[in-house]
């Protein structure tokens, strides 16, 4: 058993990785913000300790690592993933002060591990597979700080030999993902017979089902890891047009409906490349992606179908405001 601190487990991949660090059995503590949404975690309070405080207050941050001294820490917090966080002083006080602050403050408590949680958008726009030591191109706020972060937590495991890591994940999905993103709203509105507005067809990404990256976190807590600050790629290695996306849902769901695509508008971080490049994660730690995106899709539609108070607050969140 480790004593565990988690941030960002009230978003949809920490929340993930608390219950499953809890069901491993360990003793896990929970860094919250205040006036945090709690809806992912109401379940859990009494089995993971929660503590408030702010990853820009570095004083108080470091006070509550130290009462806590944990052995592994998760770093998962983050801001500008979504459309509506578009606050670049939130962005950059989050995700770069915040983890350099974290990150401090754990050197100095002492910990065996601390794994960073990198973006795939580090890379920017490519048209291949791109490995952990290329050149990185961020195209967006959101991801020129978590590129920044990426490479403080780099520069500090080779500067001051603390085993740090950051996993650069590409395109989660699974159980309390955010309501609004594409696998929820295909399995909410699918159920119903029904399919949402769509962009391209083309439009691809690399799906990692969240139960794979939970075993990534857990691989890079262990290690050990060949060199300091090491990054990995966290992604299956096989894009999925938005097509193909599509086409699973209206197959496991039985939707009639025809897609009508180029029915939304299309964002400024789509495209038709977007892969990953797993083989260090691969060959270092021996992780791979065990779900293809069709079984990850079903396992999706088995959560909601199992669980009715949570698609009836799905279903809330897509239904038309008067």
């Known amino acids: ?63 509550t690592v130290a009462r806590i001294r944990p052995d592994w820490v998760f770093h998962l ?48 726009f490519q048209d291949h597979a791109p490995a952990e030591t290329e050149r990185l191109e961020p195209n967006s706020h959101y991801a020129v700080t978590k590129a920044a972060a990426t490479l403080f937590c780099r520069y500090t495991a080779a500067t001051a030999d603390v085993p740090l890591c950051t996993l650069r994940l590409y395109s989660v999905y699974g159980p309390y993902e955010e309501p609004t993103r594409l696998i929820p709203t295909l399995v909410v509105r699918g ?10 067809p083309r439009t691809a990404r690399d799906y990692v089902h969240v139960d794979d990256v939970c075993d990534a976190y857990l691989l890079a807590a262990v290690g050990p890891h060949p060199e300091s600050g090491a990054i990995y790629n966290v992604g299956t290695g096989v894009q999925t047009p938005l097509a193909n996306v599509v086409a699973t849902a209206r197959r496991v769901l039985g939707i009639e409906t025809e897609p009508a695509w180029n029915s939304m508008p299309p964002r400024r971080w789509d495209t038709a490349v977007w892969v990953s490049d797993p083989r260090r994660i691969q060959n270092v730690l021996g992780w791979r992606a065990r779900w293809t995106f069709e079984q990850g899709f079903e396992r999706v539609v088995d959560w909601f179908r199992d669980n009715p108070p949570l698609l009836r607050f799905y279903e809330a969140r897509h239904r038309p405001r008067a």
């Open 1 to 63: 058993m480790k004593r565990v601190l988690v941030t960002g487990a009230t978003g949809f991949v920490g929340a993930n990785l608390t219950r499953r660090l809890l069901v491993d059995g360990h003793e896990v503590h929970l860094l919250v913000r205040q006036g945090h949404d709690p809806w992912r975690i109401d379940d859990l309070r009494g089995e993971a300790r929660a503590h408030e405080a702010s990853l820009a207050d570095a004083q108080a941050l470091a006070a």
């Open 191 to 200: 159920l119903r017979g029904e399919l949402p507005p769509l962009v391209n």
């Open 77 to 124: 917090a983050a801001h500008g993933a979504y459309p509506s966080q578009t606050d670049l002083d939130v962005i950059v006080q989050t995700n770069l002060l915040g983890t350099i602050n974290l990150v401090r403050a754990c050197v100095a408590s002492g910990c065996e591990a601390f794994v960073n949680t990198g973006s795939s958008s580090e890379y920017g």
